[in-house]
């Protein structure tokens, strides 16, 4: 089954760290672009960051708000791909999706998204 | 790129005809996607490139528009179309969303 499975939500102090976890299966996911969104309580849907396909030269880059404390890893064995958030605030606060980033004909469209796991940054 | 998409909720009926409105700060020709979100669950892709119903989404479901100016129209609402509906800029980093707009049954 093609699918994305996010993990790795918890409750974490200010200040703390957290790794979450998006694992594909039924298909290879550094042919694609994945790209991880959040979405705070009550609130619409923010983009993250995103990591480019191998093809691409497996870039990253970051929204804004969490440059330079959020980092995208890759394990290839595992078909897996992890965002590091460090310094970690209460307004990080929110469930947090992995997608993948489909190309049809160089038109762009998030096909498949992972459940969301919760993070909640809390004293 | 920012998205204001319009109104911010609605009310309707079953059987209606809706339509939601997006519009872009800058020209983004048709780099624009709508996904539908329920309660608890992660969004659902409807429409890509403006226009173009993504495989498996009821033909109730519509989009148009180019440039700036882009809407989303269901015709015929069903039970199941009761959800938050958002509009996704992607041509570009960073990726933006629209607000989104709460659809609820009258």
């Known amino acids: ?123 | 790129i920012q998205l204001t998409q319009s109104p911010s909720s609605l009310s309707a009926f079953a059987g209606d005809r809706v339509t939601i409105t997006c519009r872009a700060s800058q020209d983004i020709s048709s780099y624009l996607a709508w996904y539908q979100q329920k309660p608890g669950k992660a969004p659902k892709l409807l429409i890509y490139g403006a226009s173009t119903l993504q495989s498996g989404v009821p033909s109730r479901f519509s989009g148009s528009g180019s440039g700036t100016d882009f809407t989303l129209t269901i015709n015929g609402l069903q039970p199941e179309d009761f959800a938050t509906y958002y509009c996704q800029y992607l041509r570009d980093y960073p990726i933006t969303f629209g607000q989104g707009t709460r659809l609820e049954i009258k």
């Open chain 1, 1 to 123: 089954e093609v699918q994305l499975v996010v993990s790795g939500g918890d409750l974490v102090q200010p200040g703390g760290s957290l790794r979450l976890s998006c694992a594909a299966s039924g298909f290879t996911y550094s042919d694609h672009y994945i790209e991880w969104v959040r979405q705070g309580p009550g609130k619409g849907l923010e983009w993250v960051a995103v990591s480019r396909s191998k093809a691409n030269g497996a870039t990253t880059e970051y929204a804004a708000s969490v440059q330079g404390r959020f980092t995208i890893s890759r394990d290839d064995s595992k078909n897996s791909l992890y965002l590091q958030m460090n310094s970690l605030k209460t307004e990080d606060t929110a469930v947090y999706y992995c997608a993948r980033d489909f190309d049809n004909q160089g038109v762009w469209f998030f096909d498949l998204w992972g459940r969301g796991t919760p993070v909640t940054v809390s004293s």
